[in-house]
T-cell receptor
Framework: GQNIDQPTEMTATEGAIVQINCTYQ??????LFWYQQHAGEAPTFLSY??LDGLEEKGRFSSFLSRSKGYSYLLLKELQMKDSASYLC??????????WGAGTKLIIKP | IAGITQAPTSQILAAGRRMTLRCTQD?????MYWYRQDLGLGLRLIHY???????GKGEVPDGYSVSRANTDDFPLTLASAVPSQTSVYFC??????????????FGPGTRLTVL
C-alpha cells in the first residue's frame, strides 16, 4: 500500500533550526511536496523535489533521497509565525498526491 | 484577487439532508480536486477533474458526487449526509491537466458538521 510517515508533533525554540522528516512508500514516484498549514487555514505550497539533493529557498530547505524514500524539511532561524502544521505529500505514478497526516510544529520563545 | 473561493465557510447539517459545497477558481486552471481533512489523518482525495467535462474518483468517493460543467466551477454534492462526513473540505486546483507534476493551490475550506 501507499504510505507517508512523519512525526505528529515537534517543539523548537525561536531562532533555532528544526528538521522535519518524512518517509514515503508509493506506487511509482513523481516528486515530493511540502506544504505549510496554519491552524484553521488552507495548506500553502512550500517546496517540491523530484531529484536527489537539497533545494534551498530562503529560511526553508527541502531534501530528497529517492533510494531511501526519505525527505526532510529544514527550517532555519525559526520565528513564532512558523508555528504551523507541515504536510508531506508524495506524487504517485498516477500523478495523485498521497498525503501524510502532518507534523505540528510548536515554537517556544 | 485571483484564487479559489469556497462556500459556505461552515455549515451544520442534519443527517439525511442534501448539501452542495461550492468551489470556484479564477486562475483558468485545468485540474481541480476535492479533499477532506480529518484530525490525525492526511488529506484524502474525494474526486478530481483533470479538465472541464471530465471527473474521476479519488480515495474516498462514496457518498459524494461532483460535476465540472466549466473550467471555473467544481461543486461537491453530498446526496444524503451522514455523521461520518463531518470534516473540513478543501477544494484545490492546478494549472496543468492530469498526467504531470504540478503544484496544487487550495481554497480556504468548508467546515461541515453532520448531526
Amino acid at each position: 500500500g501507499q504510505n507517508i510517515d512523519q512525526p505528529t508533533e515537534m517543539t523548537a525554540t525561536e531562532g533555532a533550526i528544526v528538521q522535519i522528516n518524512c518517509t514515503y512508500q508509493t506506487s511509482g514516484f513523481n516528486g515530493l511536496f511540502w506544504y505549510q498549514q496554519h491552524a484553521g487555514e488552507a495548506p500553502t505550497f512550500l517546496s517540491y523535489n523530484v531529484l536527489d539533493g537539497l533545494e534551498e529557498k530562503g529560511r526553508f530547505s527541502s531534501f530528497l533521497s529517492r533510494s531511501k524514500g526519505y525527505s526532510y524539511l529544514l527550517l532555519k532561524e525559526l520565528q513564532m509565525k512558523d508555528s504551523a502544521s507541515y504536510l508531506c505529500a508524495a506524487m504517485d505514478s498516477n500523478y495523485q498526491l498521497i498525503w501524510g497526516a502532518g507534523t505540528k510544529l510548536i515554537i517556544k520563545p | 484577487i485571483a484564487g479559489i473561493t469556497q462556500a459556505p465557510t461552515s455549515q451544520i447539517l442534519a443527517a439525511g439532508r442534501r448539501m452542495t459545497l461550492r468551489c470556484t477558481q479564477d486562475m483558468r486552471h485545468n485540474a481541480m480536486y476535492w479533499y477532506r481533512q480529518d484530525l490525525g489523518l492526511g488529506l484524502r482525495l474525494i474526486h478530481y477533474s483533470n479538465t472541464a467535462g471530465t471527473t474521476g474518483k479519488g480515495e474516498v468517493p462514496d457518498g459524494y458526487s461532483v460535476s465540472r460543467a466549466n473550467t471555473d466551477d467544481f461543486p461537491l454534492t453530498l446526496a444524503s449526509a451522514v455523521p461520518s462526513q463531518t470534516s473540513v473540505y478543501f477544494c484545490a486546483s492546478s494549472e496543468k491537466a492530469g498526467g504531470s507534476t504540478d503544484t496544487q493551490y487550495f481554497g480556504p475550506g468548508t467546515r461541515l458538521t453532520v448531526l
